[in-house]
């Protein structure tokens, strides 16, 4: 791997990680498309910058996370998808993320639910704060649904939450709050599958980089994220998704 296709793939992490479109099916589109192997390091790498995404939504929403009905209302939400993550560990890693086919489908059945919600005429206006315990939960076990690469679980999450009622933008920030413990559990879990790695000098500039631009982009992607669901709606993200579906067929 070189310094671009690292700064390239911290880029398509940042980018995706918290829009609807899957951050596991571009990371992996993304490194057959550069021609990257799936070696120890690349795997290692995959999962490491995902924590500068991580340190994005800690920078932008820190301070709700000092909210005690919001702490009960994710860890809610957290709990049906760590069991059912964890449960099904090694079928995830085996026979998921090496299915080409899974994916494309995931993307563009995904996509076309998009497309079928926002068509529906939802009375869309309840907030985080009106969030029952009951609603966590069945949101949890929607977000478990994004095991699968290509469902993406942020794009699982506010579906689930639109039709529960949420506004779009505060569905969207909940998914990103959501990621915090989401994506650090199974990150830690994959680091620590991981531990015997060895890296050289080079190989930890290369983290380092990834790590650096994702959180930026992650950043910047929230932000303007929210922004957009304020006026607007998911169905060009349904399309785009159906189009990367079917153009990924072919990688």
Do not use: C
């Not at 940042?14 to 498309?33: N, V």
């Not at 809610?76 to 099904?88: C, E, K, M, R, V």
């Not at 529906?120 to 690469?149: R, Y």
């Amino acid at each position: 791997m070189t310094l671009l296709q690292a700064s390239i793939l911290g880029l398509i992490e940042g980018l995706t990680e918290f829009l609807p479109i899957s951050s596991t099916a571009h990371m992996i589109i993304g490194a057959r498309i550069m021609g990257l192997s799936q070696t120890e390091f690349q795997k290692f790498f995959e999962v490491f910058i995902q924590i500068g995404a991580i340190f994005a939504v800690v920078f932008l929403y820190g301070k709700k996370f000092f909210n005690l009905k919001l702490l009960k209302q994710l860890l809610a939400s957290f709990i049906p998808t760590a069991i059912i993550g964890f449960g099904l560990y090694k079928i995830i890693k085996t026979v998921f993320f090496e299915s080409n086919i899974l994916i494309s489908a995931s993307l563009i059945l995904i996509g076309l639910v998009f497309i079928f919600v926002e068509r529906k005429k939802l009375t869309l206006n309840k907030s985080i704060a009106s969030m029952t315990l009951s609603q966590a939960v069945i949101i949890g076990f929607a977000q478990s649904l994004s095991v699968v690469p290509g469902v993406s679980r942020a794009g699982i999450v506010i579906i689930a939450m639109m039709i529960l009622g949420f506004k779009r933008e505060e569905s969207a920030q909940y998914s990103f709050m959501l990621a915090f413990p989401t994506i650090a559990a199974a990150s830690l879990f994959d680091l620590y599958k991981m531990r015997g790695i060895h890296l050289s000098g080079n190989q930890i500039e290369l983290i380092v980089a990834g790590l650096l631009i994702s959180f930026v982009v992650a950043y910047i992607s929230m932000k303007w994220f929210v922004s957009y669901l304020q006026k607007q709606k998911l169905t060009n993200f349904g399309f785009y998704r159906i189009a990367v579906g079917i153009i990924s067929l072919f990688f």
